[in-house]
């Protein structure tokens, strides 16, 4: 199986190293030329859930990226995907299937671009409700390292009814994923704005100030911020049910991905192994401003 991952990030490489030690063809693309550059002399080198060096193909074209793939595999940020939409355009195969991670409204932003293009090709287009591995920051050159890997998530198509096709095509290498009725409820049920948020602005000024901290220890999730997060929580559901859908909350869903079964937020958040290595960002320049705000906490309060 042949799968094209667009965005070289901390997301990317952690797929290509994923999908190669299954024995996939994979080749990457990303407009940074250094990027593509390390990859294509280092190769990438994962240390964490699981390890090795893995040889991956990598272009700055992306009509070469895809042009042999079955499954796409999006891994920019949310602010990317409008971008990649638009160079996909008029490249397309037919029976391709397009996958986005994280969906934050992604798989309605890829359809509004190339929905007429789909259509004419059968391409299906889809989203995940998170990101599949825990990870940090990124290091250079061509190196990573992944924390843990999800037990579980959900993912959902346009057109909706595809989803279930897509899983079975999928399961041998994305056995976590799970049916969605549509991908209203997988860009609603995504965790990291709702739990980033409220932690970040409480603290906002280590950040600032760009303090070494924890992001999940007792001294920034603390119980009064985790009632916060619980808050921002129970309105994102009260807009998933308004719009006919049936939410879990944060909890459900951190217990599902992550097989637990913590009774309480606080402990979900504070007790998770994965989480407890999390570092705060050192800087307002973080995802979790330009993203999670945008994307997540202001589409619900939209």
Not at 65 to 73: D, G, M, N, P, V
Not at 103 to 124: C, I, R
Not at 206 to 220: K, M, P, V
Not at 259 to 277: I, P
Request: aromatic residues 10%; contains cysteine; glycine residues 6%.
């Amino acid at each position: 199986m042949t799968f094209a991952i667009l965005g070289m990030g901390r997301v990317g490489h952690n797929m290509a190293c994923y999908l190669a030690r299954q024995g996939c063809e994979v080749i990457g693309w990303d407009r940074n030329k250094e990027k593509i550059q390390a990859i294509n002399k280092y190769g990438i080198t994962v240390s964490g859930a699981f390890a090795g060096n893995f040889k991956v193909k990598a272009t700055t074209d992306i009509t070469e990226a895809i042009r042999s793939a079955k499954f796409i595999l999006v891994t920019t940020d949310s602010a990317g995907h409008k971008p990649v939409a638009e160079r996909l355009s008029g490249r397309l195969r037919d029976g391709q299937r397009i996958v986005i991670f994280t969906g934050n409204w992604g798989a309605y932003e890829f359809y509004s671009l190339l929905k007429n293009e789909a259509a004419a090709k059968q391409v299906v287009i889809g989203e995940t409700s998170g990101n599949l591995m825990g990870s940090p920051s990124l290091e250079y050159p061509a190196a990573t390292k992944v924390k843990a890997v999800k037990a579980q998530m959900t993912f959902a198509t346009i057109p909706a009814q595809a989803v279930h096709n897509v899983i079975e095509e999928l399961k041998e290498y994305f056995p976590q994923f799970t049916a969605a009725d549509n991908v209203l409820e997988t860009s609603l049920s995504n965790a990291n704005s709702v739990v980033h948020t409220p932690i970040i602005m409480a603290n906002f000024t280590r950040i600032e100030s760009g303090e070494d901290f924890f992001l999940y220890g007792e001294q920034s999730a603390t119980r009064h911020v985790v009632n916060l997060v619980e808050k921002v929580d129970a309105e994102r559901a009260a807009v998933a049910k308004a719009m006919g859908l049936t939410p879990s909350l944060v909890l459900d869903n951190l217990n599902s991905s992550w097989a637990t079964e913590h009774d309480n937020l606080f402990d979900a958040l504070t007790k998770n192994e994965s989480y407890k290595v999390a570092k705060g960002p050192k800087s307002l320049d973080h995802r979790f401003f330009f993203e999670d705000f945008p994307f997540g906490v202001m589409a619900i309060a939209v």
